[in-house]
């Protein structure tokens, strides 16, 4: 079963933007990850945040994590073609099997 | 370090055929991961090693898919026969306390 819904499962922007994508997850976390996957490729691990942090930064990346409403979120600022992609959550840590969500689709419009 | 290694990079089969899917993680990662990605899903969990035992396998469809790392490095991942809902990216990926999760590229199999 997934862990992580994200939210939208699509979206397209124009180059220059800011991409916003969400997601819910269900159970307690230590920590939850947000990774990239191109088409066809494998996936990159792009940041994560801890329980106890609620904001996290990394480059054009904004990462906000909310434990009492199970959510985060993923902001990319200033998007560029090559950010075009699937972004998906995840939660698990050490040893434990990494849980995903469905994914949301960006698409950035040059 | 190097990545996690997997091949081949694409595979397409008849139903009912076999197919084998090679892995080779990290070195140093004793914990391995099977994963499959339907198209327009997430990444799925089929097993889990730690070494060469493994630890979760609850998701394998243990009628058809068998899978198995030997002294506890390569691993692989047999679809005995295939069918066409088998079709799929299946993502290896390791781990390790200190480093995290690397995944592989991925083999991306098409059941015709």
């Known amino acids: 079963s997934q862990q992580g819904e994200e939210d939208p499962q699509a979206l397209s922007i124009q180059e220059g933007e800011n991409a916003t994508m969400n997601c819910s997850y269900k159970?307690?976390?230590?920590?939850l990850q947000w990774y990239r996957q191109n088409s066809g490729r494998g996936l990159v691990h792009l940041i994560l945040?801890?329980?106890?942090?609620r904001e996290k930064h990394s480059g054009r990346l904004r990462v906000t994590l909310d434990t009492s409403k199970k959510s985060s979120s993923l902001l990319i600022t200033a998007s560029r073609a090559a950010d075009t992609a699937s972004y998906f959550c995840a939660t698990g840590s050490g040893n434990t099997p990494l849980v995903f969500g469905k994914g949301t689709r960006l698409s950035v419009i040059a | 370090e190097a990545g996690v290694a997997q091949s081949p990079r694409y595979k397409i089969i008849e139903k009912r055929q076999s197919v084998a899917f090679w892995c080779n993680p990290i070195s140093g990662h004793a914990t391995l991961y099977w994963y499959q990605q339907i198209l327009g899903q997430g990444p799925k969990l089929l097993i889990q090693f730690q070494n060469n035992g493994v630890v979760d396998d609850s998701q394998l469809p243990k009628d058809r898919f068998s899978a198995e790392r030997l002294k506890g490095v390569d691993s692989t991942l047999k679809i005995q026969p295939a069918k066409l809902e088998d079709s799929a990216v299946y993502l290896c990926?390791?781990?390790?306390?200190?480093?995290?999760?690397?995944f592989g590229s991925g083999t991306r199999l098409t059941v015709v």
């Open positions: 990926a390791s781990s390790s306390e200190a480093y995290g999760y690397t």
């Open positions: 159970t307690s976390i230590n920590n």
């Open positions: 945040i801890r329980s106890n942090e």
